[in-house]
Each structure stands twice: as structure tokens, then as C-alpha cells.
């Protein structure tokens, strides 16, 4: 049977290629993935050679057309993970290849996010969330560009999931691979790191540290000037880009004042996120996912560079506040699921048609940037009481019973 099986998802794979080649990748779209194949090209043919230079990625503006400039985003040690991909050559073959594994990724996420949250929806539920989970506009787009976020956004799970289930060696190191595209990261990281140091669960900590210590330090033995580039290539798309986060927005919204604005926000929003951490510090497992899900919301919001293909991440506050739903409103729960989850991808597919008149390798209407963030921040809260403080009195009630 494991034969059987192993022999369909292979057929599966090889199937999804082959359509991934021949119908999705000549559509266009190659503004994520042909910079990642061309300077990890240049870098694989001689180790030490500069995969941020204009003349590593180059080519790649053949790809991606007129009027874009090819830059390479991601840290010198990210080569671990495209290196592989881009020995496959031609390169309508590599995206395909890629596209498969995002896929399964979006897959990953998805059961990932289910068992993390420790929901059991019903069959109706489950069909609806998978849906869902690989239906989002956030998440089609990340699929056809190829977008590395995908694979970042599996990892993260992964890693929390192995968290709550004390498997801190495991999670430490996944934690540290998310370092890949660190702007998705950029908040949980240090939240892991000091809710781990007031559980005292040090081989957490030390795993996340030395996974990151090997990874950067490999970096400057083999490229000594990586990080340098690495800045420069990600400044010049975050000022061709801006704004790329609602806090941004509000920059630009408003004139002369921008800058205020924007700090204002961003403060109250670190505000917010600093007072959950606190409150979480010495909690269980139960505190930490649902501080976690918070932080990752409040990345997108706060003023971090983003794309919205980061947003697939967001599946996890969403599978959370489902869950708790389906806890507290045993036969009501799941079906306050399923209206919310139709009326997110009804107005998310409404805005794709009427905003970007269905485009997908265009830059993202400005409601995309607030829709899915905003959306969990409010479930977040809306499930807290019920996620957090009645799972304590309970438990308080359970204990006061036990002295008896």
C-alpha cells in the first residue's frame, strides 16, 4: 500500500510538472522566480561569485520584461534551498518543478494548520477549508509566481507546531530555516526566542541560535560581502515598491504628515503586540500559539516590507479562530466557519476582478494589503477570551475540585 501510494504522488508530481510547463509558465509571471534561478545559476557555476550583481540576474530581464529591474532578495544561505532548483535546466522546467513544490507546500500548510490548532472539522468543513486554504487570491498568486513565501510559510508551521508538541530541537532548527525570507519572520523569531527563555526550554533557544549561527557564518566563509549586497538589492525594491505594508499606506495617505503617521501606527501596533508577549511570557503552549498567530498578523500591519503573497501565513490565526469557534459552538461552530471563510474568498475574488481586473501578475490592489491582516486581527480578538482566560478558569476550577 505504501508502494501504491508513493507511486501516485510521484505520477501526481510528474503530472502537475508537465502542466505547470506547458500551460502556466508561458502565461508570464516571472518577475519572483527568474532572478532566484538566475543568480543562484551564477553562484552554483562559481562558488563565491556575487549572486546580487546586475550581471548575475541580467538574463533574467528577459524574462520578466521591460520596465522591471531583477534583483535577488534573499540571504546568501537561501542557495541551500534554490541551488537545487536551478541545476534544472530549461528554465520553463525549473519554474514548473518549483510551482509543484509550492503546491505541495500550500498542502503542507494547510494540514499543518489544522493540527496545530487542534481542530476536527466535520467532512463539509474540511472540503471548505481546503478550499480555502489553497483558494485565497494571496495564495493562487504566490502559486503562479512561485513565490519562496509558500515554502517559508510550511516551515513556520511545522515549527510551531513542533512547539507545542515539545519537540524543541526540531522546531529550533525549522525556526532558523525560516531565515530564508527573514521580513516574514522578522517578529516571531525574537517572540520564540523569549517565551522559550521563561519556559526555560533552553534547547530551543540553543537550536534556533545555532541553526542561525551556521547559516550566516557559512554565508561570510564562502561570500564574505553577501550581506552588503544582500541590503543593497533589498533597498532598491523596498523604494521601488513603497509602500508595501498598511502602515506604509498611511504614509502615503497622508501628505506632509507621513512619516508621523506611519510611526504612530507602527508604535501602537508594537504597543499591542509588546503587551501580548508580555502576558504570554511563563504561559503554556496555548498562550504561545495564540500570541504567535498575533505576531505574525501585526508583521503584515506594522510597516515591515511585505508582499502580499506573505499573507498565506495567515492561515494559521484563521485555522485558530476556527477551531475555537467549532470548541465553544459544537454544532454552530463549524458553520460560523464556513460562512466566514465563503464571504472572505467571495470578497477577495470580487476585489481581484473589480480592482485588478483580473491580473495576476500585476502589483496587488491596495485593499490586499489590509483585507486578510485586518480580517485576522479581528478574529484574533474576537476568539481570545474563549482561546486564552475560559481554558484558565477551567483549568483553576479543575484544580480547586482536585484540593477538595
Given at each position: 500500500?505504501?508502494?501504491?501510494?508513493?507511486?501516485?504522488?510521484?505520477?501526481?508530481?510528474?503530472?502537475?510538472?508537465?502542466?505547470?510547463?506547458?500551460?502556466?509558465?508561458?502565461?508570464?509571471?516571472?518577475?519572483?522566480?527568474?532572478?532566484?534561478?538566475?543568480?543562484?545559476?551564477?553562484?552554483?557555476?562559481?562558488?563565491?561569485?556575487?549572486?546580487?550583481?546586475?550581471?548575475?540576474?541580467?538574463?533574467?530581464?528577459?524574462?520578466?520584461?521591460?520596465?522591471?529591474?531583477?534583483?535577488?532578495?534573499?540571504?546568501?544561505?537561501?542557495?541551500?534551498?534554490?541551488?537545487?532548483?536551478?541545476?534544472?535546466?530549461?528554465?520553463?522546467?525549473?519554474?514548473?518543478?518549483?510551482?509543484?513544490?509550492?503546491?505541495?507546500?500550500?498542502?503542507?500548510?494547510?494540514?499543518?494548520?489544522?493540527?496545530?490548532?487542534?481542530?476536527?472539522?466535520?467532512?463539509?468543513?474540511?472540503?471548505?477549508?481546503?478550499?480555502?486554504?489553497l483558494g485565497r487570491v494571496e495564495v493562487v498568486r504566490a502559486l503562479l509566481l512561485?513565490?519562496?513565501?509558500?515554502?517559508?510559510?510550511?516551515?513556520?508551521?511545522?515549527?510551531?507546531?513542533?512547539?507545542?508538541?515539545?519537540?524543541?530541537?526540531?522546531?529550533?532548527?525549522?525556526?532558523?530555516?525560516?531565515?530564508?525570507?527573514?521580513?516574514?519572520?522578522?517578529?516571531?523569531?525574537?517572540?520564540?526566542?523569549?517565551?522559550?527563555?521563561?519556559?526555560?526550554?533552553?534547547?530551543?533557544?540553543?537550536?534556533?541560535?545555532?541553526?542561525?549561527?551556521?547559516?550566516?557564518?557559512?554565508?561570510?566563509?564562502?561570500?564574505?560581502?553577501?550581506?552588503?549586497?544582500?541590503?543593497?538589492?533589498?533597498?532598491?525594491?523596498?523604494?521601488?515598491?513603497?509602500?508595501?505594508?498598511?502602515?506604509?499606506?498611511?504614509?502615503?495617505?497622508?501628505?506632509?504628515?507621513?512619516?508621523?503617521?506611519?510611526?504612530?501606527?507602527?508604535?501602537?501596533?508594537?504597543?499591542?503586540?509588546?503587551?501580548?508577549?508580555?502576558?504570554?511570557?511563563?504561559?503554556?503552549?496555548?498562550?504561545?500559539?495564540?500570541?504567535?498567530?498575533?505576531?505574525?498578523?501585526?508583521?503584515?500591519?506594522?510597516?515591515?516590507?511585505?508582499?502580499?503573497?506573505?499573507?498565506?501565513?495567515?492561515?494559521?490565526?484563521?485555522?485558530?479562530?476556527?477551531?475555537?469557534?467549532?470548541?465553544?459552538?459544537?454544532?454552530?461552530?463549524?458553520?460560523?466557519?464556513?460562512?466566514?471563510?465563503?464571504?472572505?474568498?467571495?470578497?477577495?475574488?470580487?476585489?481581484?476582478?473589480?480592482?485588478?481586473?483580473?491580473?495576476?501578475?500585476?502589483?496587488?490592489?491596495?485593499?490586499?494589503?489590509?483585507?486578510?491582516?485586518?480580517?485576522?486581527?479581528?478574529?484574533?480578538?474576537?476568539?481570545?477570551?474563549?482561546?486564552?482566560?475560559?481554558?484558565?478558569?477551567?483549568?483553576?476550577?479543575?484544580?480547586?475540585?482536585?484540593?477538595?
Open positions: 500500500m505504501f508502494l501504491i501510494v508513493l507511486i501516485l504522488i510521484i505520477a501526481m508530481g510528474a503530472i502537475l510538472v508537465v502542466f505547470n510547463q506547458r500551460v502556466i509558465v508561458p502565461l508570464g509571471g516571472d518577475q519572483v522566480y527568474a532572478p532566484i534561478w538566475e543568480a543562484s545559476r551564477a553562484a552554483m557555476r562559481s562558488p563565491g561569485a556575487n549572486p546580487y550583481s546586475l550581471e548575475a540576474v541580467s538574463r533574467a530581464s528577459l524574462l520578466m520584461g521591460e520596465g522591471t529591474v531583477p534583483r535577488f532578495l534573499y540571504p546568501y544561505y537561501s542557495l541551500m534551498l534554490f541551488g537545487p532548483f536551478a541545476q534544472i535546466t530549461p528554465y520553463s522546467l525549473s519554474r514548473a518543478v518549483w510551482m509543484t513544490v509550492c503546491l505541495a507546500c500550500a498542502v503542507g500548510l494547510a494540514a499543518s494548520a489544522v493540527q496545530l490548532t487542534r481542530w476536527r472539522p466535520g467532512a463539509l468543513a474540511g472540503i471548505m477549508f481546503a478550499v480555502f486554504a512561485g513565490n519562496p513565501s509558500l515554502v517559508i510559510s510550511l516551515l513556520a508551521a511545522m515549527a510551531m507546531l513542533m512547539v507545542v508538541e515539545k519537540i524543541d530541537v526540531g522546531a529550533g532548527v525549522l525556526f532558523g530555516l525560516t531565515m530564508i525570507k527573514p521580513t516574514m519572520v522578522a517578529l516571531l523569531l525574537p517572540f520564540v526566542l523569549v517565551w522559550a527563555v521563561s519556559q526555560r526550554r533552553m534547547r530551543l533557544v540553543a537550536s534556533l541560535m545555532v541553526t542561525i549561527t551556521v547559516l550566516v557564518a557559512a554565508s561570510f566563509f564562502i561570500y564574505p560581502d553577501w550581506l552588503g549586497g544582500n541590503y543593497a538589492a533589498f533597498l532598491g525594491y523596498y523604494q521601488a515598491s513603497f509602500p508595501s505594508s498598511p502602515a506604509a499606506y498611511v504614509w502615503s495617505w497622508i501628505p506632509g504628515a507621513g512619516p508621523w503617521a506611519m510611526g504612530v501606527t507602527a508604535i501602537l501596533l508594537a504597543g499591542l503586540m509588546l503587551i501580548s508577549w508580555w502576558g504570554a511570557l511563563g504561559k503554556d503552549e496555548r498562550w504561545f500559539l495564540w500570541t504567535a498567530a498575533l505576531t505574525l498578523t501585526i508583521t503584515n500591519l506594522l510597516g515591515v516590507p511585505v508582499s502580499v503573497s506573505d499573507h498565506v501565513l495567515l492561515l494559521i490565526p484563521f485555522a485558530l479562530a476556527f477551531s475555537v469557534w467549532s470548541q465553544r459552538w459544537p454544532g454552530q461552530g463549524n458553520q460560523l466557519s464556513l460562512f466566514i471563510m465563503a464571504v472572505i474568498l467571495g470578497a477577495e475574488w470580487a476585489l481581484f476582478w473589480f480592482e485588478m481586473g483580473g491580473d495576476f501578475w500585476g502589483r496587488p490592489a491596495d485593499i490586499f494589503w489590509f483585507l486578510s491582516p485586518l480580517t485576522a486581527l479581528v478574529l484574533l480578538y474576537w476568539v481570545r477570551y474563549w482561546a486564552l482566560d475560559s481554558i484558565q478558569l477551567r483549568t483553576r476550577h479543575l484544580e480547586a475540585l482536585r484540593k477538595l
